[in-house]
Nanobody, 122 residues
Framework: QVQLIESGGGLVQAGGSLKLSCTTS????????MGWFRQAPGKEREFVAA????????YYGGSAEGRFTISRDNAENTVYLRIDRLKDEDTAVYYC???????????????WGQGTQVTVSS
């Protein structure tokens, strides 16, 4: 069984930065490709970023707009998502996910965290 635990969310001002973390336990973290998704109130869950099990390559959804950076530390079993120049529309629950494929499709991820809330105030 793989458990994913996100942290780092909270209430932040527009224009600020935030770094989310997702730590895994259970099976070997370095064997999984990792993704971040988000879901805003009343909207579908959307892809944010994904990173290969080795740390490269990484790629981003259209909403990332160059403000998001995904990274991972396999020694710490943790994947990160840094968000810069936060905007109101970044308000959402952010989920990390683990799976065998590097993908922007949520159906390709087998394990999910419980989510962490990010709220941006202007």
């Amino acid at each position: 069984q793989v458990q994913l635990i996100e942290s780092g969310g909270g209430l932040v001002q527009a224009g600020g930065s935030l770094k989310l973390s997702c730590t895994t336990s259970g099976r070997t973290f370095s064997r999984f490709n990792m993704g971040w998704f988000r879901q805003a109130p009343g909207k579908e869950r959307e892809f944010v970023a994904a990173i290969h099990e080795t740390g490269s390559p990484a790629y981003y959804g259209g909403s990332a707009e160059g403000r998001f950076t995904i990274s991972r530390d396999n020694a710490e079993n943790t994947v990160y998502l840094r968000i810069d120049r936060l905007k109101d529309e970044d308000t959402a629950v952010y989920y990390c996910a683990a799976g065998p494929l590097l993908s922007d499709y949520d159906g390709n991820y087998k394990y999910w965290g419980q989510g962490t809330q990010v709220t941006v105030s202007s």
